[in-house]
């Protein structure tokens, strides 16, 4: 049984797998650790996969191509009880991971690296991910889970092997980094940082990381394991402007600074509120999908459950509905009053839009009610 295994990911890393073998190696050997090398192949053509083994690494291949295939391949197969993972580029050193470590024995189940606390050195990251890229993303990691990591894409991170199992990471590309510090989160493990240096690698091709396709996959993550930010506070913001903008409109035409707002706009907030409906339903819809399929705790989405039943919803609906059908009426009415001829659209249109948007509101709510406890069904 070993302590410690470090897996390396590798894809045709044939100028500096062996460096990095050799440097954890040092690493183990210098401070007494019982420990494995594992190299994770991800097909590699360039013969790594033989350097790594004359190096005394044990390889293991990865059927699906991808940086998370890969580590993935190797957290499974590592034996020990703390794992290790840095890119195969040489551009981490092996032989300093004595931090990460420690913290690990001290009882953390997640050790990250943070190449912004320990030095960057010139040259080792593009100035765009290093003062763009890296940082925003890292800042929206932080806004929506409220995660303490100050470098979400770093790629020397330590972690609790068994830990990390529960957490049942799916992702097969770069995005695979993200996913391991939002699930961590979201599951309320310790997570702490270390400095961490940054070197320029020392190959001589290009990078596999694509800045946009690769950064838009990790925003594309944050924000679908975001439904709050992706759908709930929009759709609020949405109803409450749409709401007051209706409000302010329905006792006539607004001049301000010499701009007149009328029916038109009136129409405008009104579609706002049922686009804002929607989008709130969305965000209830995801947080118990996302409950039953695993990826995020279920006990935090139980409180969806108890606010949004069923019931409740059919009276909310069935009111918006009555409120709804209760103008269209006045508006019949009103109509029928004038012998069915023209009426002026300045005064009947504030009767139907908010009649309509409570008519629609009502029956998305209603229906929406029903699809949420088609979902809940499982969780019973």
């Not at 954890?24 to 790594?48: C, H, K, P, Q, W």
């Not at 290093?130 to 979400?152: A, E």
């Not at 961490?196 to 990078?207: F, V």
């Amino acid at each position: 049984m070993y302590e410690l295994s470090i897996v390396i990911p590798c894809l045709n890393e044939a100028e500096t797998i062996g460096t990095c073998i050799d440097k954890s190696r040092t690493f183990l050997e210098r401070n007494g650790v019982a420990g494995e090398i594992i190299v994770a192949d991800n097909g590699s053509t360039d013969g790594s996969q033989e350097i790594a083994g004359r190096h005394g690494a044990r390889v293991v291949h990865a059927k699906e191509r991808g940086y998370g295939s890969a580590l993935s391949a190797g957290i499974n197969a590592a034996g020990g009880t703390y794992v290790i993972i840095g890119d195969a580029d040489d551009s981490y050193d092996f032989t300093a991971l004595e931090p990460f470590l420690t913290k690990l024995r001290e009882g953390y189940d997640i050790v990250m690296g943070n190449r912004f606390k320990g030095g960057i050195k010139p040259n080792a990251m593009p100035l765009l991910h290093q003062y763009l890229g890296n940082p925003v993303l890292t800042f929206i990691g932080r806004l929506f889970f409220k995660s303490p990591v100050g470098d979400f894409h770093c790629g020397l991170r330590g972690f609790r092997k068994s830990a990390v199992e529960r957490l049942n990471l799916r992702t097969t590309g770069m995005e695979f980094a993200s996913e391991m510090i939002v699930k961590a989160t979201l599951h309320k493990l310790r997570i702490t940082e270390v400095p961490t240096s940054l070197s320029p690698d020392g190959r001589s091709r290009p990078s596999h990381l694509r800045t946009w396709r690769d950064g838009w996959r990790h925003l594309r993550f944050l924000l679908l394991y975001s439904p709050d930010w992706l759908f709930l506070y929009p759709g609020v913001a949405m109803i409450a402007f749409g709401t007051v903008m209706m409000m302010w409109l329905l006792p006539g035409p607004r001049a301000v600074y010499g701009v007149t707002f009328n029916i038109h706009t009136l129409l405008y907030a009104a579609m706002a509120v049922i686009l804002g409906v929607q989008t709130v339903s969305f965000a209830v819809f995801s947080r118990v999908f996302a409950a039953g399929a695993g990826l995020v705790p279920q006990g935090g989405q139980m409180w969806i459950m108890k606010l949004f039943t069923l019931e409740r919803g059919i009276l909310v609906g069935v009111t918006l509905i009555l409120i709804g059908a209760a103008g269209s009426t006045y508006g019949f009415v009103y109509w029928r009053a004038e012998k069915f001829g023209q009426l002026d659209p300045s005064y009947v249109m504030r009767l139907i839009i908010p009649a309509l948007t409570a008519l629609t509101a009502g029956f998305q709510v209603v229906f929406s009610s029903f699809f949420l406890s088609v979902l809940s069904l499982k969780h019973r």
